[in-house]
């Protein structure tokens, strides 16, 4: 696997997808995780969820009169590369005031999100808001957007992302003993199953906080072995594990249980030492299980691109000895594209890309 992450910032136009999937497969990438869902919106044409806002023409909710997954499974499919639907699963909003569709989740389930031990629903920032894996329904639902995917598009693979209780919100000072989620019904669920109150036993807490999210995990596997069965399903986790369980993501059970097909790791760092050693863990001890590097193009405190982009290149080469595979973070590092909140558009920023290309395609061809 040869992967390269495309965000939803990266299109607008079927123009754009085209080019997206065209420049990925000329630089040697033979899959391409394709963002269509970000935070509760989507880019694709669903009965479950409205269109995103960034496509919205006319009143909230009305077709763009294009299908970005569609136009990016057929540029693909004439491109001879893979198109795995990759989809935000817990983040339900995004910004500092509310949706203006009234049919987003943010105002049709407020029950659905996360509550503090103060009856306070989590804060709109510029971060995401998100929803509660602790509830059954919100399982559920979650379950079916992924089922409607598979079912209604000849989607290589599913990719999920954020498939954990995300990072606190700008609004949450660390140390502040805000906890999240502690809505009535989640406590009634809580104490059903274990007798007990979260402040009783904080291990038991954040143990069955972990196991809801693994349950999700495994909902949405058979969604797709239902929907698709021949696509893959992998999932974004972060590189090291003691961190994702701080954010009740257990990407060893998950592998275990055959609940993914792959993990792809976000081991970001501009330290070749470091990747190293964050990748080692994975393979040790989850020897037969599918493990892909996930690489970006953050480098060092006063390293100049030149060095950077040597790292990047001993990272992938170190990504295929240790497991053949690896995955770019992100298209709009190398190519131009409308994200200008990842990478914003200006000369300097074309000649760094075009640096990025000249160097590295051919490894990435390997």
């Keep these: 696997m040869r992967a390269i992450w495309v965000t939803r910032g990266d299109y607008r136009t079927p123009a754009d997808v085209n080019a997206i999937v065209q420049n990925s497969a000329d630089a040697g990438f033979n899959a391409i995780l394709f963002q269509v869902r970000g935070n509760g919106t989507v880019f694709y044409r669903s009965e479950i969820e409205p269109w995103a806002e960034e496509l919205m023409r006319g009143a909230a909710g009305d077709d763009p009169g294009w299908d970005p997954l569609q136009t990016a499974i057929d540029a693909a499919r004439a491109a001879g590369v893979e198109l795995h639907a990759w989809i935000n699963v817990m983040p339900a909003w995004r910004g500092t005031k509310p949706p203006s569709n009234p049919k987003q989740l943010y105002n049709a389930h407020p029950d659905w999100f996360w509550y503090d031990q103060n009856g306070k629903r989590q804060e709109l920032t510029s971060f995401y808001v998100s929803l509660n894996p602790c509830l059954p329904e919100v399982r559920q639902y979650l379950t079916e957007v992924s089922r409607e995917v598979a079912a209604k598009y000849d989607i290589d693979g599913l990719h999920l992302d954020y498939i954990r209780f995300p990072n606190e919100p700008p609004a949450t000072p660390r140390g502040s003993g805000i906890d999240y989620p502690r809505d009535a019904k989640t406590l009634e669920l809580y104490a059903a199953a274990t007798g007990k109150k979260p402040d009783d036993d ?3 807490w954040i143990a069955w906080r972990t196991e809801q999210v693994n349950t999700l ?17 992998t999932a974004a986790v972060g590189a090291k594990r003691a961190n994702g369980l701080t954010h009740f993501q257990d990407g060893y059970a998950w592998l275990d249980r055959g609940s993914v097909d792959a993990v792809i790791l976000m081991n970001y760092t501009p330290d070749i030492e470091t990747f190293s050693a964050r990748l080692e863990p994975w393979l040790t001890d989850r020897p037969k299980a599918r493990v892909v590097p996930g690489l970006w193009f953050a480098r060092k405190k006063g390293a100049d691109e030149a060095e950077r982009i040597a790292e990047v290149a001993q990272e992938i080469q170190h990504s295929r000895e240790k497991t053949g595979d690896f995955c770019v973070f992100s298209y709009s590092a190398l190519f131009d594209s409308t994200d200008q909140e990842l990478n914003p558009q200006t000369e300097e920023t074309r000649k760094l890309r075009a640096m990025r290309r000249e160097k590295l395609i051919p ?4």
């Design 202 to 204: 904080k291990a038991a």
């Design 217 to 233: 995990v495994s909902g949405i596997r058979g969604a797709l072995r239902e929907s698709r069965p021949r696509a893959v399903l």
């Design 363 to 366: 490894v990435i061809r390997g």
